[in-house]
């Protein structure tokens, strides 16, 4: 069992009331940190944007602020869970799923949200009896690595890629052995 302690988030599966904020955050998550080479015109924003088509076929989880004197959540961040090869995966194979498009928002950083919906991702591929999670993350997403490495994620340089030949864009590849994961 995992000390929640201090924590003042929820995980829970996004409503459908929260696809077009949460499509936003994570875009301008993406636009903020500078991750989108033609900014507010890349062509990756459309994707980040459409939840309703994510939640269609794979698992969105957001993180909501359990302050209640607000009227409704607030929220924090989000996430998508493929559960394994399929329309919403780029680098799942057989027996692993997959995280996407985690983003949290500037003002809940360093409380614990990143970490929370990845933690949340590995325990839905536990339940799900995957033998590994995997991801791809851009090289200039450091403090998203440092995140993954401290859960055990490790590099899988064999399967870096790159979504377009046309884009100087490098995906690096990350893998978890659920065995060996941080609990």
């Known amino acids: 069992m995992r000390d929640t302690a201090g924590v003042d988030f929820t995980i829970r599966p996004a409503a459908p009331g929260e696809h077009e904020a949460l499509g936003e955050l994570t875009a301008q998550a993406y636009l903020r940190e500078g ?5 507010d015109q890349d ?21 909501v602020d359990r302050d209640r004197r607000a009227a409704g959540d607030r929220l924090l961040g989000g ?42 991702c590995l325990d839905r591929a536990r339940i799900a009896g995957r033998a590994a999670v995997v991801l791809s993350s851009q090289a200039r997403m450091r403090a998203a690595h440092r995140l993954y490495e401290r859960l055990g ?31």
């Open 43 to 63: 062509p990756y924003l459309a994707r980040l944007r459409d939840v309703a088509g994510r939640a269609a076929v794979a698992d969105v989880l957001v993180a």
């Open 153 to 183: 994620f490790r590099r899988e340089p064999e399967r870096d890629w790159s979504p377009d030949d046309k884009l100087d864009l490098l995906l690096v590849a990350y893998r978890l052995e659920l065995d060996g994961a941080v609990v």
């Open 79 to 120: 996430v998508t869970f493929v559960s394994g090869p399929g329309e919403m995966s780029d680098l799942a194979g057989e027996g692993e799923a997959e995280i996407r498009m985690l983003a949290v928002t500037p003002d809940a950083r360093r409380r614990g949200v990143g970490e929370a919906l990845t933690r949340a």
């Open 35 to 39: 991750f989108l080479d033609y900014g």
